[in-house]
């Protein structure tokens, strides 16, 4: 129930207008502080569920421990979590969407291009992605997180653009989540140990993602996302 309440409520946060799918989970008008609880717990589930696993990937190059691994030479966490969904199979005898397996044919048919990182720390391990194809009301949208060393986690949660809105900003976890607390600077109102809630557009695509870090280096990771990279671990 956490995880499809996590989902819809994304979806109302990107669709205002799409309420009746968020009634199960909550009432009232939907706030940023409210889903960056919402990622946080997400990224805190990834953590727990990955666990201190990272046999079975590799052997990093001396080039790659010093600037990271590119997400393809990556391994899996643990057992492979990859689900890809056509919402559009759906038919009166069978209403249950049609499960793909063709990343590529996945890929083709989002309706926006996918944005990630080229390469994350050497030892990362990759937990789950997931997408939606030719959904009625949303049409796609695509979701990976990776666990990193320091066993903090980053997310992100990609669908087409729709908002006018498409500044980049970034929203410092609540008090208590259990994110260390430092001293606030003039130049970065972040912390460097804090996790955030960072969004922002790039071409026709509308990337919501969560990490750690200051928003000036949130910013940059965000501005350095390319697309069309291989994840797909090999």
């Known amino acids: ?5 996590f989902v819809a409520l994304f979806r109302q946060w990107l669709y205002p207008r799409w309420k009746k799918t968020t009634q199960f989970c909550m009432s009232g008008t939907w706030r940023w502080r409210q889903l960056t609880v919402y990622m946080l717990v997400l990224g805190s589930a990834l953590v727990a569920c990955g666990g201190p696993a990272f046999g079975g990937s590799p052997t990093p190059t001396p080039q790659e421990t010093a600037t990271g691994m590119t997400l393809a030479r990556l391994h899996w966490c643990a057992k492979p979590l990859m689900v890809f969904r056509d919402e559009g199979a759906a038919t009166s005898t069978s209403p249950a969407p049609r499960t793909v397996n063709d990343w590529e044919q996945v890929r083709a048919s989002l309706g926006f291009t996918v944005f990630l990182p080229t390469a994350l720390p050497a030892g990362s ?5 997931s997408a939606t194809i030719h959904d009625p009301i949303f049409g796609g949208n695509f979701t990976i997180g990776y666990l990193l060393p320091d066993h903090s ?3 992100f949660s990609e669908a087409p653009l729709r908002s006018q809105n498409t ?3 970034c929203s410092v976890s609540p008090a208590g989540s259990g994110t260390k607390s430092a001293t ?5 109102a972040t912390v460097q140990n804090s996790m955030q809630l960072c969004s922002g557009a790039r071409n026709t695509t ?10 000036t280096v949130l910013q940059q990771l965000f501005q350095h996302l390319q697309p069309d990279i291989a994840w797909i671990p090999a």
């Open 1 to 5: 129930m956490g995880t499809l309440c």
């Open 125 to 129: 391990c990759l937990m789950n992605a």
């Open 153 to 155: 986690s980053i997310s």
């Open 167 to 169: 500044a980049f900003q």
């Open 184 to 188: 606030t600077t003039k130049n970065d």
């Open 206 to 215: 509308h990337i919501v993602f969560s990490a750690r870090g200051t928003t």
